[in-house]
């Protein structure tokens, strides 16, 4: 069964950083582009970063560029995505997914395995 997971998400506060991960199995995603997309309560899936099958490009949401980094590791098949300076604004579940090209994408449509999602929440 192919499955992404996540993990790293909880409770901080706002200033505070967390590090997501984004772990495969079943499959190798290492050719893949992958991204991290969130969802509030309330709102669309939006886009947040992603990252080339080597990790030479990467894509990043206005909102979050200058404070989130992704980046992977291949031999591990693992996805993250470093967050600082959180703020309340970033409070939603987190997803991670894998492109059906090699490239990093903004595009919802073009991921086609999705993670179960973590909860981040940032109080003020």
């Known amino acids: 069964q192919v499955q992404l997971v996540e993990s790293g998400g909880g409770l901080v506060q706002a200033g505070g950083s967390l590090r997501l991960s984004c772990a495969a199995s079943?499959?190798?995603?290492?050719?893949?582009?992958m991204g991290w997309f969130r969802q509030a309560p309330g709102t669309e899936r939006e886009f947040v970063a992603a990252?080339?099958?080597?990790?030479?490009?990467?894509y990043y949401a206005d909102s979050v560029k200058g404070r989130f980094t992704i980046s992977r590791d291949s031999a591990k098949d693992t996805v993250y995505l470093q967050m600082n300076s959180l703020e309340p604004e970033d409070t939603a579940v987190y997803y991670c997914?894998?492109?059906?090209?090699?490239?990093?994408?903004?595009?919802?449509?073009?991921?086609?395995?999705w993670g179960q999602g973590t909860q981040v929440t940032v109080s003020s």
């Open positions: 997914a894998a492109n059906r090209g090699s490239y990093g994408s903004r595009r919802e449509g073009e991921y086609y395995y």
């Open positions: 990252i080339s099958w080597n990790g030479g490009s990467t």
């Open positions: 079943g499959r190798t995603f290492s050719s893949n582009g």
